[in-house]
């Protein structure tokens, strides 16, 4: 009797010693899964730019710039991510992916407080730095905290579906944010919708806090050298004449129609346009992105002549671009804006497996970060320049842009195997 009244006490401590693991387990994975979801919250709340709908009127009107200035300006700020990179890279290996992601929401806070603060060139050039240093400090640790966080939850495999709701929620805050920043610019003062962006990224540092840091017990590889990690991706390029072709096609065209971007706010006021309304122009593009974003994988998937659709798809913003420059009514203006901020946009999903495919696999994320490298140098070196043609004549501008595409899509010579 004593035996089984003692087996019966061992098998009561066994079951509770299981239980409390298993709980102390669901709560552990409670708090990875935690990560997951605010992580979207964080990208809802970090795409409150309210400034994105009126952001060249902030600049001409309240900061007294000349197109080309902003232009340089921009230039000033795609130069400086690059600075960062690496070093940024290193504070999120070497110290934490939570604390990266809080500095970086905190330094672009205080970037857009300085930014509202006074209009002069040299403020913007430190807000400038500060959000180059935010932006470099989140964009690419965002991505490793997700996937470390995947890791421990057993389901790395979902990283593709993961990354592409985070964009989608940040996409969701600016469609928001936008109509809003436009109401405040019109009624109270531009400068206050800049200074206002603080109220959003101080919320995205607090929440950045309660996340759960998932990289301190994975194993870490080593960092190498920036050069060689650089030389490695110009490597692979230079001797893949494929995946050479595919990201040169990839990148030109892109960097072109980026620059509607920065110069739809002047269409629209040549338009007159009233400026309470830009907002909503900037969150339909925004709905638009999502739309194409995720019909053009399934749209492709579908269709046996790559190629073609490449070339189609491609030229639909060249044709857009060069409607633009000779047709001034806004019921059919606006509509060409959306149309080539959705092609354009939307086109590089159409090289992703080609790209992917040349790639080796240990040399992927070096290669892939070479060509957003090359693909930011060109955009600062072209930003000078589509300024100076903008202030000279914006219809010609247009006209530019858009043959160049239409040539560039004529004389392009990736094959239908290579997508």
Same mark, same amino acid.
């Given at each position: 009797m004593t035996l089984k009244r003692s087996k019966l006490k061992q098998e009561i401590v066994d079951f509770e010693s299981n239980y409390k693991i298993i709980e102390e387990d669901r709560i552990i994975q409670g708090k990875w899964k935690s990560n997951i979801w605010k992580s979207y919250l964080i990208q809802f709340i970090e795409g409150f730019h309210l400034i994105s709908?009126?952001?060249?009127?902030?600049?001409?009107?309240?900061?007294?710039?000349?197109?080309?200035?902003?232009?340089?300006?921009?230039?000033?700020?795609?130069?400086?991510?690059?600075?960062?990179?690496?070093?940024?890279?290193?504070?999120?290996?070497?110290?934490?992916?939570?604390?990266?992601?809080?500095?970086?929401?905190?330094?672009?806070?205080?970037?857009?407080?300085?930014?509202?603060?006074?209009?002069?060139?040299?403020?913007?050039?430190?807000?400038?730095?500060?959000?180059?240093?935010? %932006?470099? +400090?989140? $964009?690419? #640790?965002?991505?490793?905290?997700?996937? =470390?966080?995947? &890791? @421990?939850?057993?389901?790395?495999?979902?990283?593709?579906?993961?990354?592409?709701?985070?964009?989608?929620?940040?996409?969701?805050?600016?469609?928001?944010?936008?109509?809003?920043?436009?109401?405040?610019?019109?009624?109270?003062?531009?400068?206050?919708?800049?200074?206002?962006?603080?109220?959003?990224?101080?919320? %995205?540092? +607090?929440? $950045?806090? #309660?996340?759960?840091?998932?990289?301190? =017990?994975?194993? &870490? @590889?080593?960092?190498?050298?920036?050069?060689?990690?650089?030389?490695?991706?110009?490597?692979?390029?230079?001797?893949?004449?494929?995946?050479?072709?595919?990201a040169f096609e990839m990148i030109i065209t892109e960097s072109m129609v980026f620059f509607l971007i920065w110069t739809y706010q002047v269409y629209l006021?040549?338009?007159?346009?009233? +400026?309470?309304?830009?907002?909503?122009?900037?969150?339909?593009?925004?709905?638009?992105?999502?739309?194409?974003?995720?019909?053009?994988?399934?749209?492709?998937?579908?269709?046996?002549?790559?190629?073609?659709?490449?070339?189609?798809?491609?030229m639909i913003p060249g044709i857009g671009f060069i409607l633009m420059s000779v047709i001034f009514f806004i019921p059919i203006s606006i509509p060409l804006i959306l149309i080539v901020i959705g092609f354009g946009f939307s086109r590089s999903l159409i090289f992703v497996k080609g790209i992917n495919k040349q790639i080796e696999t240990e040399?992927?994320?070096?290669v892939i970060s070479t060509i957003n490298m090359i693909a930011s140098l060109i955009r600062a070196i072209l930003y000078p320049l589509v300024g100076y043609f903008v202030m000279w004549n914006l219809n010609i501008t247009f006209i530019l842009l858009g043959t160049l595409i239409i040539v560039f899509t004529l004389i392009s010579r990736i094959k239908d195997e290579y997508l």
């Amino acid at each position: 009797m004593t035996l089984k009244r003692s087996k019966l006490k061992q098998e009561i401590v066994d079951f509770e010693s299981n239980y409390k693991i298993i709980e102390e387990d669901r709560i552990i994975q409670g708090k990875w899964k935690s990560n997951i979801w605010k992580s979207y919250l964080i990208q809802f709340i970090e795409g409150f730019h309210l400034i994105s709908g009126i952001l060249l009127p902030f600049f001409l009107t309240w900061g007294k710039l000349t197109f080309v200035e902003v232009m340089f300006l921009q230039s000033y700020f795609t130069i400086m991510i690059l600075v960062f990179e690496m070093p940024c890279g290193a504070i999120a290996d070497y110290i934490s992916r939570k604390f990266s992601l809080i500095l970086g929401a905190l330094s672009t806070a205080f970037a857009a407080l300085i930014y509202g603060t006074y209009p002069h060139i040299f403020i913007f050039i430190v807000g400038e730095t500060l959000w180059a240093f935010g %932006a470099a +400090l989140t $964009s690419g #640790t965002n991505q490793a905290f997700i996937y =470390d966080t995947l &890791r @421990k939850l057993g389901r790395e495999h979902e990283i593709s579906k993961v990354m592409a709701r985070n964009r989608s929620f940040m996409l969701l805050g600016i469609g928001i944010s936008a109509p809003v920043g436009s109401i405040i610019g019109a009624y109270l003062s531009l400068n206050l919708v800049m200074s206002l962006i603080f109220i959003p990224f101080i919320l %995205a540092t +607090l929440l $950045s806090m #309660t996340l759960k840091e998932p990289n301190h =017990d994975l194993e &870490r @590889k080593k960092l190498d050298n920036y050069l060689t990690v650089i030389k490695s991706g110009f490597n692979e390029l230079k001797n893949n004449q494929t995946l050479r072709l595919l990201a040169f096609e990839m990148i030109i065209t892109e960097s072109m129609v980026f620059f509607l971007i920065w110069t739809y706010q002047v269409y629209l006021e040549a338009l007159n346009f009233q +400026l309470i309304y830009f907002g909503f122009v900037s969150a339909s593009m925004t709905v638009i992105q999502i739309l194409f974003n995720n019909v053009v994988p399934t749209l492709e998937n579908r269709i046996n002549n790559k190629r073609r659709f490449l070339q189609i798809y491609t030229m639909i913003p060249g044709i857009g671009f060069i409607l633009m420059s000779v047709i001034f009514f806004i019921p059919i203006s606006i509509p060409l804006i959306l149309i080539v901020i959705g092609f354009g946009f939307s086109r590089s999903l159409i090289f992703v497996k080609g790209i992917n495919k040349q790639i080796e696999t240990e040399n992927r994320a070096t290669v892939i970060s070479t060509i957003n490298m090359i693909a930011s140098l060109i955009r600062a070196i072209l930003y000078p320049l589509v300024g100076y043609f903008v202030m000279w004549n914006l219809n010609i501008t247009f006209i530019l842009l858009g043959t160049l595409i239409i040539v560039f899509t004529l004389i392009s010579r990736i094959k239908d195997e290579y997508l």
